[in-house]
Structures are given as C-alpha cells and as structure tokens.
Antibody, heavy 126, light 110 residues
Framework: QVQLQESGPGLLKPSQTLSLTCTVSGGSITSGTYYWSWVRQPAGKGLEWIGRIYKTGSTNYNPSLKSRVSMSVETSKNQFSLRLDSVTAADTAVYYC??????????????????WGQGTLVTVSS | QSVLTQPPSASGTPGQRVTISCSGSHSNIGSNTVDWYQQRPGTAPKLLIFSNDQRPSGVPDRFSGSKSGASASLAISGLQSEDEADYYCATWDDSLPGVEFGGGTKVTVL
C-alpha cells in the first residue's frame, strides 16, 4: 500500500517562499507510469490543482499559479517537492500530495488521484 | 467559480438514493473521463469513482458513476449516515491543460 506524507513549515510570512516535500513509502516513485501531484484546499473551500510532476522531471502547472510554482523530484530519496514563491494570505490552505494515474484511451484522458497524503496546513500571516 | 458545476448541497434520509451532478464543457468532461472523491471533515479526499464509472477496490457498490456528453453524475443508493461528506468531481481539461475540480457538494443524511 502506497503512503504519502507531506512535510514543511506550517507558518510563513507574506512574500516568503513555500517549500513542501512529499515522502512516498510502500513503492518507488520511479516505478510504473505514475505522476505525482499537489492539490490545495483553503479552509471551508474546494480543491485546487496546483500541478504534477513525472519521474523524469516533466511538469504541468495550473496556469493560475504557473508564474510562482515549481516542482522537483528526488528519486534517491523517494520524494517530490513543491515550491511556491511570493506567498500571500490567499495561499493559506491545506496542501495535499497525491499519486496520479494518467493514461489515454478511447474515452480520452483518464486522470485520477488514487493515493493521497494526510495534508499539511500552511498559514501565511505577518 | 469552478469550471465544473456541482450543486452545493444534497440530502436524503437513510436508505434513499441521492444523485449529484457535475456539468462541464467539451474541453473537459466532454473529451475526458471523470472521477469522484469523497472527503469527510478533517480528512484527505478519497477516490470513489474513476474513469467515469469504475470503483476502486473497497468502495461499496452503493456508489456509482455515469457520464453523458459534457455532464457526469454520482449516485449513492441506500444512503447511510457514514456517507455524510463533501463530494468532488474532477477531470482533465484540454484547454488548460490540467485538472479541474468541481466546487463540491455537501451531502447531508437527514
């Protein structure tokens, strides 16, 4: 059973950089054809996709965050990371990492998050 | 404002059937498959339905998904108190390109 665990600072000041790491256990981050993704959720609100990364380092980002976000993968540590620059209070949210199944068939793109971390709260406040 | 439109709430009594809709467009639901997630308070989302109508191992067959054109639905039959949660639809959107989530539907068991 694959497990994911987010880690990183829980409190940031405006304009600082958010850095989170997701550690994967129960399976290798390089096995199979999975993508690895970040999703966030402000308190009392819905889910927002941040982006995804493949084991090769190939990325896709949400256009609304693209100018501030970057992701990386550290295969030797079985981890992947999120960096979000110039944070504001609007970036306060629970951040989840998740494994992604992604393939194309006669129905189009099949993209779904099959395993999730428990989430970590990041608060941006002066 | 989410690109995928869900009703904000739905409710039913134990044993009833509840249906949640998810409306999109050609570039998202109309062209790709839909998944559904259940999120209980204070917990991470859990995959409920993938590829429109497939259930992961361990998900009760009371949950079913369907898709027609640019819309999808999640049905919960034999509603139970443990089904009280928020439900989100999601799909790949070719125009982003990336993932779009619905705004979520809060299901209440009366």
């Amino acid at each position: 059973q694959v497990q994911l665990q987010e880690s990183g600072p829980g409190l940031l000041k405006p304009s600082q950089t958010l850095s989170l790491t997701c550690t994967v256990s129960g399976g290798s981050i390089t096995s199979g054809t999975y993508y690895w993704s970040w999703v966030r959720q402000p308190a009392g609100k819905g889910l927002e996709w941040i982006g995804r990364i493949y084991k090769t380092g190939s990325t896709n980002y949400n256009p609304s965050l693209k100018s501030r976000v970057s992701m990386s993968v550290e295969t030797s540590k079985n981890q992947f990371s999120l960096r979000l620059d110039s944070v504001t209070a609007a970036d306060t949210a629970v951040y989840y990492c998740a494994r992604v199944v992604f393939h194309n068939d006669f129905q189009g793109y099949n993209h779904y998050f099959d395993f999730w971390g428990q989430g970590t709260l990041v608060t941006v406040s002066s | 404002q989410s690109v995928l439109t869900q009703p904000p709430s739905a409710s039913g009594t134990p044993g009833q059937r509840v249906t949640i809709s998810c409306s999109g467009s050609h570039s998202n639901i109309g062209s790709n498959t839909v998944d559904w997630y259940q999120q209980r308070p204070g917990t991470a989302p859990k995959l409920l339905i993938f590829s429109n109508d497939q259930r992961p191992s361990g998900v009760p067959d009371r949950f079913s998904g369907s898709k027609s054109g640019a819309s999808a639905s999640l049905a919960i039959s034999g509603l139970q108190s443990e089904d009280e949660a928020d439900y989100y639809c999601a799909t790949w959107d070719d125009s982003l390109p990336g993932v779009e989530f619905g705004g979520g539907t809060k299901v209440t068991v009366l």
